[in-house]
């Protein structure tokens, strides 16, 4: 390949200045959304500090943010009303640090440089302290992180978490599965963190939290229930098992993210053949993560002894004749609409293959209907018994 040069051609030139442009904007994007994110946070930990330290605070009290909006209004400054102010606010508290870096080291001097003074470490960090509530590896680096690959929509939604535990869960996954805000939204609305924890390895899920590790066992990200909602299917006695999988094909990239993330789809209606006869698994995948390959079959009804044995040859089938020397054991999910703990238990218990069986929704929870399922599952967990059925 020849080392044309950007002005060699009307087609070339025309080719490397839609290139520049498409970066620029890109660039200018994430320069803003950056701004925006140390702004609110420094606005934030100067309304915090105040609270805290402040001469005449007890004159405002609790109408500090309404007589600061107030004023911004008398003197023709927009975009900080009191809502506003009380996102930045919650921006400091939950992370204390977040600007930090930043605003000591000058860095944001040089974006802003008609700032008229600088605040130092020490007049935030004293006043944040007392409300700083992290992980012990949620260190300088994490929060760089954070403020740099996340935009200000995130952060905003995350600080809306209250408990720190489960805000770190999605403040990882997150940056590791490069969420949009929409997804983190879906991802919370259907309780993911309760969903992965509570149902199948806790302990993972406290270490991805406690320690910022993803999870990396099968019983740690198979999750239980899958929520399906965004297929918009109709009840579930009007729609076939073909149905369901032109569905989820047809939603493949949301679908992969419901599954959690380091799915690679591999194909469907997979064919194997064995004694002449040919036999289908549903959807194949392979997980970067865990190195195998996950067959994943639908049923529309509740779970059958039968259907374990079926997966069970299945991963069988894969595990001698497909998968690669290096690769981990096939592990096999079976979706169903419905299953019964007691069966499930005596019918995976004893096979050779892992078989995990997941209940699937077709529409978000109602609140009285997660916090029903929520201490079921919290009162199981308590009793280590296996999952009871919804």
Not at 203 to 218: N, Q
Not at 292 to 300: Q, S
Request: glycine content about 6%; charged content about 25%.
């Amino acid at each position: 390949m020849t080392n044309q040069q950007p002005w060699s051609s009307f087609e070339r030139l025309a080719d490397e200045l839609v290139l520049l442009q498409g970066r620029a904007r890109e660039a200018a994007s994430r320069a803003v959304d950056e701004i925006l994110t140390l702004r609110s946070w420094l606005i934030g930990a100067w309304i915090v500090a105040f609270e805290q330290g402040g001469a005449d605070r007890a004159r405002y009290g609790e109408g500090l943010l309404a007589a600061l909006a107030a004023e911004f209004k008398r003197r023709g400054v927009s975009g900080l009303a009191a809502s506003n102010l009380k996102n930045c606010r919650q921006l400091a508290l939950t992370w204390p640090r977040l600007g930090i870096r930043q605003t000591v080291s000058g860095e944001f001097v040089a974006m802003l440089p008609g700032l008229i003074r600088q605040p130092s470490s020490g007049e935030f960090v004293p006043a944040l302290a007392a409300n700083a509530q992290s992980m012990p590896w949620q260190d300088d680096a994490l929060m760089e992180r954070l403020q740099r690959e996340l935009s200000f929509s995130h952060l905003l939604e995350l600080s809306r978490i209250q408990e720190p535990l489960n805000r770190a869960f999605y403040e990882v996954q997150c940056l590791a599965q490069r969420w949009s805000v929409r997804e983190l939204k879906r991802q919370r609305d259907s309780m993911l963190f309760e969903r992965t924890g509570l149902s199948r390895d806790k302990e993972a899920v406290l270490a991805l939290a406690e320690k910022g590790r993803l999870l990396e066992s099968p019983a740690a990200i198979v999750r239980d229930p899958y929520v399906l909602e965004f297929l918009n299917l109709p009840e579930r006695d009007s729609y076939s098992e073909a149905d369901l999988e032109a569905a989820l094909l047809n939603h493949l990239q949301v679908f992969l993210l419901e599954l959690g993330g380091d799915f690679a789809f591999l194909g469907r209606q997979y064919r194997i053949t064995v004694g002449g006869r040919h036999h289908f698994i549903d959807l194949l995948f392979f997980h970067r993560r865990l190195r195998c390959l996950i067959a994943v079959d639908l049923k529309i009804g509740r779970f059958g002894h039968e259907d374990a044995g079926q997966m069970n040859f299945y991963l069988t089938f894969l595990r001698d004749n497909v998968a690669l020397p290096e690769e981990g054991q096939p592990i096999g999910i079976i979706l169903c609409a419905d299953k019964d703990a007691e069966e499930v238990h005596y019918a995976t218990g004893t096979l050779d293959n892992q078989v995990f069986v997941s209940r699937y929704l077709t529409q978000l929870p109602t609140e009285e209907q997660l916090r029903v399922w929520l201490a079921q599952e919290k009162e199981r967990l308590a009793r280590r018994e296996p999952p009871a059925s919804a």
